[in-house]
């Protein structure tokens, strides 16, 4: 895959003295890179791709959960011409526990992204979508609950509001993105109410830099209290370690 990041949480156990160690493994603009690559210094290898992916998450037996920040499908031939259908298989086969919504799913129109949807066995989120009628689409989820390892994990999804820069607006007719930080508070609130013990946001808003001029990750984690973990995409931003904000205002 074209973007792996694994991160490492440790959360309260239910009844064990020691915490738990949750590894969080997560993909973001992939992009359709699903075939592995040849590398950039030995050109005679291949690296990379869903398959080694696959055996990679599949050698850890302890307590994970395996992510996508979105951007899935447009950039290949595989991902282009198959309309996304080839990454989700990907996140079908994987067992992928949730998914975000990109600004790039909507390339080829919201009735294209349903009827992908549609074949993708995990939940897709995107919390902050909402339709004409004043509500979140009925295609997506804004949320799910996962316990894992007797600790009860709350899971939320934002699409960047940018929508309008992003897409043509055929694409996104009737659709109205609402501001992440606005819905993420809700969102706390809400898995929290669900018995939640640990939130994690998966996110296509990107990450602020010295000329951004929207609210991306970083005024999430400055600005809603109660989230533990961000998985971010959009920005393509690299990351040698996690960046630690503050998580109250």
Sequence with gaps: MKNLIIALLLVPAARAAEPIKLRVYHTNDVHGWIMPRPDKFQTNRLVGGAAALAALIAKDTGPKLVLDAGDWWQGTPEGSLTKGEAVADVFNAIGYDAVVIGNHEYDDGA????????KIKVPVLSANTY???????PWVRASIVKEIAGVKVGIFGLTTTNMRRLAFPKNIAGL????????????VKALKRQGATVIIAVTHIGLENEHSKHEGDQTLAREVPGIDLIVGGHSHTFL??????RTEP
């Design 176 to 187: 109205d993105f609402r501001r992440e930080v606005d819905v993420a508070r809700e969102q």
């Design 131 to 137: 339709g004409a009628d004043g509500k979140l689409v």
């Design 240 to 245: 040698s370690r996690p960046v630690q904000g």
């Design 111 to 118: 009735d294209s992204l349903k009827t992908l949807i549609g």
